[in-house]
């Protein structure tokens, strides 16, 4: 949950490496949220693929499939996962809708960094990220199929 809420004493005890670790994703969630806002597909296929998203897990009900399910939402003519790009968005969002959790401090959610999320979204859908905050930005079907093709092959496949 990154560093708020913690003492001094606690934040000095923390290694070096963790505090350095904060700064760099910091800098690269800044650098992701600029070039999403600027549609910058070049700089967003650079960043995209190793950052790492949160999702919001909901109860799969189906039968046939063990996996986990993912928040999904419609906006305008199509479907969306819903991603965030840091915790604190996460936060937000469940203060701002408390009755979609049982409880605010307790949201079920799994990450996946920028190629998870691709090799599981289908072609179909588009990612809204960071709702109900000032960073809520849309990335249409069409925008992440341009960004699926500039962004570097998955050492994952």
Known sequence: MGLAGKTLDAIRL????????????????????????????????????????TLIEL???????????ALTAEVEDFLVLVAFTSNEHVEQFAEKVPDMFESEDDIPAFTANGNELMGFLPTDFGILFN?????????????????????????DA
């Open 14 to 53: 923390l290694p070096f490496n963790f505090l350095l670790f904060e700064r760099r994703f910091l800098v690269t969630l800044n650098h992701i949220l600029e070039a999403l806002a600027q549609d910058n597909q070049p700089e967003i296929a650079r960043l995209f693929p190793t950052h790492t998203f």
């Open 59 to 69: 109860a799969d009900e189906s039968e046939d499939e063990d996996g986990t399910a």
């Open 131 to 155: 709702p109900e905050s000032s960073d809520c930005f849309v990335m249409s079907p069409a925008v992440i199929e341009q960004l699926r093709a500039e962004m570097p092959e998955s050492d």
